[in-house]
């Protein structure tokens, strides 16, 4: 495949970002040792930001979106991957500063990439995406923590959207009594059918927050960050942990030290992007275990390349539910 379709971020001179469907030619990629035919890749709000523009997400012009890819492998000059081999790849800069996978041809540097996950289609995986594979992220930190179903409930934030619904979905299969919060009253049946076991409203979280308020859950994955996730370690109880991970209200972390001197609370750091590839094929190798296919297939829904541009000015605008399949 020489020439091949991809969508493209471009800026003019004044720094006017456009987005466009493109033809390109193999000798537009970047370096790297494997070059991969994209089949599936997915719509990330990290994505949804370098589409519309609204964060500085994009660091080298012009770019192609996308930073989860799955695919056959074209070609190949490392000795982990051979012509013909499934391969799924998440973060690493894809998308960011290195050309993404809203493209039907990607190269790439092997050591990105891993095998396809056993029991898991190449569209499955990006219905899980860095998405569904971040929340399982969440879930191995608080486990680590020693947080187990007895522990408590678990509360997951930002609940219908991409992380949080993989997330309860998650916890529920591992036993826990999951809470989740949102802003859409709407998903409740949505959010139970993926084992929700209460909900509550979003802005009871949202306004400032007191350095210590009533323990309320044991844990928490937090897709949410500013005074959400302050108002979630203020309400942890005592010995709890909460992975954070997100920044859907703001980056901010206006808190005190309260929860962390006085309760013994952790809050754990959840990056995806760099994450090392022992921790990343452990994740996948869970999400392949834990997650039923009925209720991923309940969470995704399928668009072309050619709609991906009005998708990612949708998902910023929090108006997406659960998880979006591009199919390239
Ligand atoms: P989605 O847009 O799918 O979900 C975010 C959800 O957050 C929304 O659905 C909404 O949930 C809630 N939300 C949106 N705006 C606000 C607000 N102002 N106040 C409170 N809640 C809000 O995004 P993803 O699930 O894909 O990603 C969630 C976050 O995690 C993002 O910030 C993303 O950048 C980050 N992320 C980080 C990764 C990492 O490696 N650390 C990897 C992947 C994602 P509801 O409607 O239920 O209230």
Redesign the pocket.
Known sequence: MENFKAVLISRDENKTQSVEIATLSQDDLMEGDVTVAVDYSTL???D??AISGKSPVVRRWPMIPGIDMAGRVISSQSDQFKEGDEVILN?WGTGETHLGAYSQVSRVKSDWLIHKPEGLSAAQCMGIG??GY?SM?CVMALEKAGLTPESGPILV?????????VAIALLAKLGYHVI?????AS?EDYLKSLGAAELID?EEL?GPARPLNKERWAGAVD????H?LANVLSMTKYGGAVAA??????MDLPSSVAPFILRGVSLHG????MAPKEKRLEAWSRLAELLETEKLDSITSVVNMEDVINAGNA??E?K????VIVKI
């Open positions: 990330n709000y990290k949804g930001l973060g860095t998405a971040t992220l934030t930002g609940a219908a959207g991409g992380v949080g619904s989740a919060s949102t802003g859409r998903e979003r949202s897709a949410v960050g500013s959400t991970c997100g920044l859907a209200q703001g959840i990056d995806s992007v998902i910023v929090g997406i539910r659960g998880r």
